[in-house]
Antibody
């Protein structure tokens, strides 16, 4: 069974750093791209970027380029989304998803709350 | 980026109704169009991929069609569990999503 399990909810202050994770199982992790998607409170879905774990080839949405870093550790089938300096506007649910043609399997989401 | 525009933004319908949601791309995307359902508090779920292919486990009352820039998602007979928000997404270039269509009970 394909599963993507994300790390738990986070509460951070503005300016703090954060790295959230997404662990894949039930399939060959290095054969698929993993995407990250943001959903701000009460809003729609926004693509952040994708990573191909086999070689860490990474693509970013222009809207998120330079704002976040996507990485992966293929030895433990895990992808990451990282911020060096959080802002209140980063408050959202972040989903990882496996990319086949569409995004066919999704993690449960990680709620990130940034508040002073 | 390719812009995706869904219509309507919200829709009220009754159980048993036939419902159609439209998605228009700002340029041709061939058939690289996918549909998702998201229920409150849950992750999105892939319903239809590459315009018309039903994802495994999705009921056959869901169908998709279209080409070029114009696409539709149809639910042939609404069931109580279908009331949710629906998103289209293109993968012809960097992925972009439509703004969503909220399907509510009339």
């Amino acid at each position: 069974e394909v599963q993507l399990v994300q790390s738990g909810a986070e509460v951070k202050k503005p300016g703090e750093s954060l790295k959230i994770s997404c662990k894949g199982s039930g399939y060959k992790f290095t054969s698929y791209w993993i995407g990250w998607v943001r959903q701000m409170p009460g809003k729609g879905l926004e693509w952040i970027g994708n990573i191909y774990a086999a070689d860490s080839d990474t693509r970013y949405s222009p809207s998120f380029q330079g704002q976040v870093t996507i990485s992966a550790d293929k030895s433990i089938n895990t992808a990451y989304l990282e911020w060096s300096s959080l802002k209140a506007s980063d408050t959202a649910i972040y989903y990882c998803a496996r990319k086949y043609t569409g995004f066919d399997f999704w993690g449960q989401g990680t709620l990130v709350t940034v508040s002073s | 980026d390719i812009q995706m525009t869904q219509s309507p933004s919200s829709l009220s319908a009754s159980v048993g109704d036939r419902v159609t949601i439209t998605c228009r791309a700002s340029q041709t995307i061939n058939n690289y169009l996918h549909w998702y359902q998201q229920k409150s508090g849950e992750a999105p779920r892939l319903l239809i991929y590459t315009t018309s292919r039903l994802q495994s486990g999705i009921p056959s009352r869901f169908s998709g069609s279209g080409s070029g820039t114009d696409f539709t998602l149809t639910i042939s007979s609404l069931q109580p569990e279908d009331f949710a928000t629906y998103y289209c997404q293109q993968s012809y270039s960097n992925p972009t999503f439509g703004q969503g269509t909220r399907l509510e009970i009339k």
